[in-house]
Nanobody
Framework: VQLQAFGGGLVQAGGSLRLSCVVS????????MGWFRQSPGKEREFVAA???????YSSDSVRGRFTISRDSAKNTVYLQMNYLTPEDTAVYYCAAGRAGLIVSSLSGASEYDYWGQGTQVTVSS
């Protein structure tokens, strides 16, 4: 299974971006999908997850601003990011884990088996 993330870029505070993650070599709908981010000097941070039953989860820092979704026909998962702030600046990674990940495990990076290469998001003030 390979994941390819893209869609990052430079945006002003208050703006929006949509990240995409294309899954190949596997069927998207059979994986728990997650987005994580990492800033320089910080640990990788959970952003959002989408379970196979379509339940969505997100971190407190992005809830109400970021939305995870998928298009099974395109084998693609998205992260719509609105009202961006400079604190959202990071490299964003998509990840795929087994379908049976429980809710309490969704935020653990080690629970995911496959990772994309990351896409840089920079938010200017």
């Amino acid at each position: 299974v390979q994941l390819q993330a893209f869609g990052g870029g430079l945006v002003q505070a208050g703006g929006s971006l949509r990240l995409s993650c294309v899954v190949s070599g596997g069927t998207l709908s059979t994986y728990t999908m997650g987005w994580f981010r990492q800033s320089p000097g910080k640990e990788r941070e959970f952003v959002a997850a989408l379970r196979v039953n379509n339940n969505r989860y997100s971190s407190d820092s992005v809830r109400g601003r970021f939305t995870i979704s998928r298009d099974s026909a395109k084998n693609t998962v998205y992260l719509q990011m609105n009202y961006l702030t400079p604190e959202d600046t990071a490299v964003y990674y998509c990840a795929a884990g087994r379908a049976g990940l429980i809710v309490s495990s969704l935020s653990g990076a080690s629970e995911y088996d496959y990772w994309g290469q990351g896409t840089q998001v920079t938010v200017s003030s």
